[in-house]
């Protein structure tokens, strides 16, 4: 079993920035391709980034392409999203997720097996 928890979340205004964390306990998580995903009110969670087991390969949803950076860090076992220049429409509650399996489709919720229970992002006009 794979316990996930992320941290950092806040409340900024536009232009701003935010490190979100996400530490995976329970097993070998340099293993696992790791997810952001984020849901807004009102909205259907929706792929933010992504970052394959040996960090080399990354995805990124277009919304946030050149804003959002996705890093690993297999000594501490965690994952991170710096998020720079932030507008309001990424205000939402970010998920982090865990793919022990190294799916072929990291941008699809589906492929994740392990979540996180959010933490919530609000940037102010």
């Known amino acids: 079993q794979v316990h996930v928890e992320e941290t950092g979340g806040g409340s900024v205004q536009a232009g701003d920035s935010l490190r979100l964390s996400c530490a995976a306990s329970?097993?070998?998580?340099?293993?696992?391709?790791m997810g952001w995903f984020r849901q807004a009110p009102g909205k259907e969670r929706e792929f933010v980034a992504s970052?394959?087991?040996?960090?080399?390969?990354?995805n990124y949803a277009d919304s946030v392409k050149g804003r959002f950076t996705i890093s690993k860090d297999s000594a501490k076992s965690t994952a991170y999203l710096q998020m720079n220049t932030l507008k309001p429409e990424d205000t939402a509650v970010y998920y982090c997720?865990?793919?022990?399996?190294?799916?072929?489709?990291?941008?699809?919720?589906?492929?994740?097996?392990?979540w996180g229970q959010g933490t919530q992002v609000t940037v102010h006009s």
């Open positions: 329970g097993d070998t998580y340099s293993q696992y391709q």
């Open positions: 997720a865990a793919d022990p399996w190294g799916s072929t489709q990291p941008t699809t919720a589906g492929s994740y097996d392990y």
């Open positions: 970052i394959s087991w040996s960090g080399a390969s990354t």
